[in-house]
């Protein structure tokens, strides 16, 4: 019989708490502010706006290298596009009003990851949080598949997120 550990992160529902610690309840995710600061930004000057791509000097090609070889993809660009960026709606005209929401059920979110840079990760968790109809999110679930990466450690996470450890045997 061989143990595998898995650490389960999931994000309280009831209660959403930003960068700078202000909690929120779920149903007022919508009417978060994407500055804290009360002042107003330009977002079409933040790197991958609406998708835009990010423009490096050439003197960062050796961080690009670096975490291209570390990640798969080029992190380092990807550190530089904010956490709560904003995104073109790409869906079909069709699935926008394809069905009333009060006919649909709540459902579960399960974010899978292994050894994912975190500001990536952030930026999914942000994301669902962001562009999910509270109504129809019943939980979401970050699923650390045995990452061996420093920078996942649980501290972190257990700064954003509610912290729950599962053992699963085979």
Request: charged share 20%; proline share 6%.
């Amino acid at each position: 019989m061989i143990g595998v550990l898995v650490t389960l992160f999931v994000v309280d529902l009831f209660l959403y708490r930003n960068s700078v610690g202000v909690m929120y309840r779920i149903r007022d995710w919508n009417k978060i502010p994407l500055t804290s600061t009360g002042h107003k930004l330009d977002y079409s000057l933040l790197p991958g706006h609406m998708g835009t791509g990010v423009q490096l000097d050439p003197s960062s090609r050796v961080f690009v290298q670096e975490s291209v070889k570390r990640y798969g993809f080029n992190e380092y660009a990807s550190s530089l596009v904010p956490v709560r960026r904003r995104l073109p709606d790409m869906r079909a005209n069709l699935s926008c009003n394809h069905m009333p929401r009060e006919t649909l059920p709540q459902t579960s979110i399960v974010i899978v990851f292994h050894n994912e840079p975190w500001s990536a990760l952030l930026r999914t968790v942000h994301s669902v949080l962001d562009h999910s109809p509270p109504e129809l999110v019943d939980e979401v679930l970050l699923v650390d598949d045995c990452s061996y990466l420093r920078m996942l450690n649980a501290r972190k996470l257990d700064n954003l997120f509610v912290r729950i450890l599962i053992h699963f045997c085979s």
